[in-house]
């Protein structure tokens, strides 16, 4: 595996294979917030939304590693130039192997050439470490702990962090 070859694109429906699969990994489910044991209509309605989102607060890429979709960043509340970033790597096997901060990387350079974006703010759970250490290597900054949020099948706190480029 080679992360240099890590893409970000547009989502497409003929993702949605890979979605479905993602979707019966319980891990990755409980990590993301996502319904276990969704039905396959509910998880393609869904995916359908995912694709065609027109928002203009709200953006949603592919990632791409040797040719695959294995994961998904987004920008959220987006507002002038400052963007909240998020990230799903879809197969629990994939993580720890520095896909997720390649992708981040990916994203705050699409996102400054066509939004004008400079700052950034993320949010993790306390007990995902792999994720903190993400932020932590990007340089993100720690800046406050608000909220509590479930984690893999326990209760968690919200860790908020932020980077100005």
């Not at 203009?56 to 909240?84: H, M, P, Q, S, W």
């Given at each position: 595996?080679?992360?240099n070859t890590?893409k970000?694109?547009?989502?497409s429906?003929?993702d949605?294979k890979i979605?479905?699969?993602w ?5 990755f489910c ?5 319904e ?5 209509e509910?998880?393609?309605r869904w ?7 027109e ?10 590693l ?6 998904y960043v987004d920008?959220?509340?987006i507002?002038d130039n400052?963007?909240?970033l998020g ?9 720890g192997?520095?896909i997720?901060s390649?992708?981040i ?10 939004l004008?974006i400079t700052?950034y703010k993320a949010?993790?759970?306390e007990a995902?470490i792999?994720?903190?250490?993400m932020?932590?290597k990007?340089?993100?900054?720690e800046?406050?702990?608000?909220g509590?949020e479930?984690?893999?099948g326990?209760?968690?706190?919200l860790i908020?962090?932020?980077l100005?480029l």
């Amino acid at each position: 595996m080679n992360i240099n070859t890590i893409k970000i694109r547009p989502l497409s429906i003929d993702d949605y294979k890979i979605v479905l699969r993602w979707s019966k990994d319980d891990t990755f489910c409980s990590a993301n917030g996502w319904e276990k044991n969704r039905s396959e209509e509910e998880l393609y309605r869904w995916w359908l939304h995912c694709i065609s989102n027109e928002s203009e607060d709200f953006i949603r890429i592919g990632i791409e590693l040797e040719e695959r979709l294995v994961g998904y960043v987004d920008l959220a509340c987006i507002k002038d130039n400052t963007a909240e970033l998020g990230i799903a790597i879809g197969e629990s096997i994939l993580w720890g192997k520095g896909i997720g901060s390649n992708s981040i990387l990916c994203m705050m350079d699409y996102a400054f050439q066509k939004l004008g974006i400079t700052v950034y703010k993320a949010e993790t759970h306390e007990a995902n470490i792999r994720s903190r250490k993400m932020l932590e290597k990007l340089e993100f900054i720690e800046v406050s702990r608000i909220g509590i949020e479930e984690y893999l099948g326990t209760e968690n706190q919200l860790i908020q962090y932020r980077l100005s480029l």
